[in-house]
């Protein structure tokens, strides 16, 4: 695993620590199980796969999106506790 993928997993699984105060493993697509899909919560890195160009900019669009909503689900917290 390279080191910013390494470095990405590590920021969303700490993300979603800080919003909903439950750990995220951080599994290689070849350690997944059915036994770990079982899991209610896991980041999946998934390595060496070719992707076109819409692909690479809906999954762009898909993580701008997590991000907002982990942010905004954040500050709902902070204000309300």
């Not at 899991?39 to 999954?59: A, E, Y």
Request: glycine fraction near 2%; proline fraction near 1%.
């Amino acid at each position: 695993m390279s080191s910013a993928i390494e470095r990405l997993a590590v920021y969303i699984a700490n993300l979603f620590f800080l919003t909903s105060d439950t750990n995220a493993p951080i599994l290689k697509d070849k350690d997944l199980t059915e036994e770990v899909a079982g899991w209610w919560s896991f980041v999946c890195v998934i390595q060496k796969i070719k992707i076109g160009v819409l692909d690479m900019v809906f999954l762009l669009l898909c993580h701008i999106v997590l991000f907002a909503l982990m942010c905004i689900l954040h500050l709902i917290m902070l204000i309300a506790f």
